[in-house]
């Protein structure tokens, strides 16, 4: 009796991981897919590749430009490092460009797939359980978030950071570490606004 209890308790966190686990792999596959990066997706690789390479192509530092916020090139530089192995691909470690734009797609596919959490936490707010699993369900395999999030774009980080910036903030329901979870959307909102210039909003509003 009581293993069916727990298994009934632990139920949506399973539906969630599975969710999460089809996701990552439609991501991927759409990812694998497409061809080349284009328009945005080529600057923001560019800045990745100054960052590597501590050599910046205008006046101001290494991957900065003061219209095009620096958080998500700075994602795909780490993500490069971290992820790149030297192969016969390679010619320049880390900083060459196919190894910039795996990494570039590889950041979205992680955060589009972790996108379902905050989704199913704010989805559970208003309708309970099922409705944050039916969210989570329709972010996992809505169209257009599968597409960003297989692009080098930073609209899928932004929207990553935004909704889980939503999520942590405190509600009725759940009065405990409320000055913690406030502290912790007040960074992801931070997030955002690094990864594209209307997250500024986010802190405003806020504030």
């Not at 530092?61 to 030297?86: E, Q």
């Not at 590889?106 to 379902?116: E, M, P, R």
């Not at 990553?160 to 910036?165: A, G």
Request: glycine content about 8%.
């Amino acid at each position: 009796m009581k293993s069916s209890h727990r298994l009934q308790a632990r139920f949506p966190a399973l539906i969630l991981g599975a969710l999460v686990v089809c996701a990552a792999a439609v991501r991927i596959g759409t990812a694998a897919r497409i061809p080349c990066v284009e328009t945005d997706a080529a600057f923001y690789g560019r800045l990745a590749q100054e960052m590597l390479l501590g050599e910046a192509a205008g006046s101001g530092p290494p991957g900065f430009h003061p219209a095009w916020p620096s958080f998500y090139p700075w994602l795909t530089a780490s993500f490069a490092i971290l992820t790149g192995t030297p192969d016969t691909v390679d010619t320049a470690g880390p900083a060459d460009p196919r190894r910039v734009e795996r990494a570039a797609r590889l950041v979205n596919v992680i955060l589009g797939s972790l996108l379902l959490l905050p989704v199913f936490h704010l989805g559970r707010r208003v309708s309970r359980t099922t409705g944050g699993l039916l969210a989570a369900f329709l972010t996992a395999f809505h169209p257009r978030l599968i597409f960003f999030s297989a692009q080098a774009l930073t609209e899928t980080a932004f929207t990553f950071f935004t909704v889980t910036s939503l999520a942590l903030l405190p509600d009725r329901d759940h009065p405990r570490f409320a000055w913690f979870r406030i502290a912790a959307a007040a960074v992801s909102a931070g997030l955002a606004a690094l990864t594209r210039p209307e997250g500024i909003l986010l802190l405003i509003t806020g504030a």
